[in-house]
Structure formats: C-alpha cells, structure tokens
C-alpha cells in the first residue's frame, strides 16, 4: 500500500460515496484517507479515519493524490471557494450533477491549477454511448427527429439528468448547433408541429430505477435507438475509480472520461 493512490471522498456517506468506499477496500492501489460529508444518525463506517466537514477537510485534500466528488452542487462550491489552494497538483475527479453556471465557472478556473475530470456519467457504456450518438447525428444530420428519454429512481432532484444532457450535447456536437437552441423539455398542451432540427428530453421518475437513457433518431421510414441501461450502481464506482487512477499525477487541465478510454 504504500503506492498506492490516496484518495479523499467528498460525500463520503452517500449511496455514490460509500459504493466507491467499499470498492476502494478491495483494492490494493488504492487508499482511503479521509472523507467529506454528513454523518447519519445510524453512525458511518465508511473504512477512513472520520468523516470531515468541508470547513475542516483542508489539510486532508492537501495530502491526497486524488478527490473524488459525489456530494451536491452546493458542497463542491463550498470546497472549491474554501480549498482551492489546497487543491493545487491534486486531482480532481467530479460526478456531481445539476451544477450552476457560477458553480460550473469555479471547476473551469479549477482546472488552471489541478487535473480536473468532470462527468456526468463514468460508465465505460455510457461514454462510448456519447460518441456513437455524436457520431449517429453527424451522419443522419437534421432530416432525423431526436428524442432522449432517460428513467432513474424516484430520489433523483435533477432533471433532465446530467447524462442525458450530455447526450444532447453529443447530438448537438455532431450537428454543429448550440444545445440550448434547440432544446426542448417535455411536451404539454398544444405545442404545434414539431419543428425540424429539435432535441427533446424527457424525464421518468420512479422506484429504484439505477438508471436508462436512449436517444432515438426518428426519420420518416426508419428510427435508429442507441441506449444503455445500468443494472448496478457498482458500475460508475468502478469508472470512476479508473477515472481517478488515470487522472492522479497529470498537469493541471481539464479532462474527460473519452481521454481516459482512448476515445477521441
């Protein structure tokens, strides 16, 4: 152990936080040092020392190789507004969804002093989901409708989610357009023809869904659906660990889950 990647978790005892805790056990490269986030009253055991607030998480992220983030908006912005000293040569690793354009800002000037990896998804699935979808509307262009529809458990507070946006941005990518100009969320009432070169997103809630996404190319004799569907949240614990093994000792820049897997 003595190589091995030290990590900090921030949101360390959520349902994200304590998947990657118990993997990271059972792997011999890599070591938990610390965590960040709420204790419930049912007590932790999350395998690190104890679990920190970010006003007193400093000196751990200091000492680290990596910080891995599954927490909310509001604790990555409270973390990079008071540590993003000590994040300087540290790896940053964010699965955290639903961030604002502000808290978005704060990781884009991150990233000047540390490796930042952002993703909405880690799925090795997922990821290779995006390209062929960039792909797909680059061919198929506008003369195909586009809709997206993912499913995820009731408890999820964003929406549409952050891997569905990503989709739409994979499809707005190939067609060389602005997403936010041709997004639409949801249908109700009477919202009229459907006008050409629109991207729809639309959002189910419900159970324990861990999660489903498709984007269907619609064109007038044929329709093309490219999906994924997650059958165990282990699955992003294990991308994001490759993610955050990959990532540890590289120059300060922004970075992404199609460099760690060849991709581009």
């Keep these: 152990m003595a190589d091995a990647v030290r990590v900090v978790l ?3 005892t959520g349902r994200m936080g304590t998947t990657l805790a118990r ?5 011999g490269g890599m070591r938990l040092v610390g965590g960040i986030g709420r204790v419930p009253e049912s007590g932790c055991d999350i395998g690190c ?3 920190a607030t970010p006003e007193t998480a400093g000196a751990w992220m200091r000492d680290a190789d990596v910080v891995i983030d599954f927490s909310s908006p509001e604790l990555l912005r409270r973390l990079l507004q008071m540590h993003g000293d000590a994040l ?3 790896a940053l690793v964010v699965g955290t969804t639903g961030l604002t354009p502000e808290e978005q800002a704060l990781l884009t000037r991150q990233a000047q002093r540390s490796p930042v990896l952002q993703a ?3 799925s090795v699935g997922v990821n290779l989901l995006l390209a062929l979808a960039e792909r797909a509307a680059s061919v198929l262009g506008d003369d195909y409708d586009v809709e997206i529809v993912e499913a995820h458990h009731r ?5 549409p989610s952050g891997t569905a946006l990503a989709l739409g941005e994979s499809v707005a990518l190939g067609r060389r357009v602005a997403l936010n100009e041709v997004r639409v969320d949801g249908r109700g009432g009477r919202p009229g023809e459907r006008p050409r070169g629109e991207v ?3 959002a189910l809630r419900g159970g324990d869904i861990v999660g489903e996404h498709s984007v269907m190319f619609i064109g007038e004799r044929e329709r093309i659906e490219l999906g994924h569907v997650a059958q165990d949240r282990a699955l992003f614990a294990e991308g994001a660990l490759r993610a955050a093994r990959w990532l540890a000792g590289r120059e300060p820049g922004a970075y992404s889950m199609r460099d760690v897997l060849g991709l581009d």
């Design 10 to 12: 921030s949101g360390a």
């Design 23 to 27: 993997l990271m056990a059972e792997d």
């Design 49 to 51: 020392p104890v679990v």
């Design 88 to 90: 300087d040569r540290v």
């Design 120 to 122: 909405a998804n880690f």
């Design 155 to 159: 408890r999820k507070v964003d929406a």
């Design 200 to 202: 729809g997103f639309h």
